[in-house]
């Protein structure tokens, strides 16, 4: 069993950067592929990026590619998404999730992670 509680979201201006944080129970995080999704009103959930058990690979939405940078911290039991030049359609809540123990690859869809965070509310303002 892993749980996931996601931190770092809030308000910023369009331009600005966000560091969003995901801190996980148990023993077994290094593991786990992970990855982050967004959720924006009136708008299904989609796919932000993905890491790898040790974070040698990666994968981003198109909408994100190059502003935005995921990374994972072993000893720390944290995953990280570090946003930049933020826009306004950035907005939304961000969940962290993870993928089920011995998964340890980068997946796309939300149908391959079995553990979810509550979520962080992130805001851009134009």
């Known amino acids: 069993q892993v749980e996931l509680v996601e931190s770092g979201g809030g308000l910023v201006q369009a331009g600005g950067s966000l560091r969003l944080s995901c801190a996980a129970s148990?023993?077994?995080?290094?593991?786990?592929?992970m990855g982050w999704f967004r959720q924006a009103p009136g708008k299904e959930r989609e796919f932000v990026a993905t890491?790898?058990?040790?974070?040698?690979?990666?994968y981003y939405g198109d909408s994100v590619k190059g502003r935005f940078t995921i990374s994972r911290d072993n000893t720390r039991n944290t995953v990280y998404l570090q946003m930049n030049n933020l826009r306004p359609e950035d907005t939304a809540v961000y969940y962290c999730?993870?993928?089920?123990?011995?998964?340890?690859?980068?997946?796309?869809?939300?149908?391959?992670?079995?553990?979810w965070g509550q979520g962080t509310q992130v805001t851009v303002s134009s």
């Open positions: 148990g023993r077994t995080f290094s593991e786990h592929a």
């Open positions: 890491i790898s058990y040790v974070g040698s690979s990666t």
């Open positions: 999730a993870a993928r089920g123990s011995g998964k340890t690859r980068v997946a796309i869809a939300q149908r391959e992670y079995e553990y």
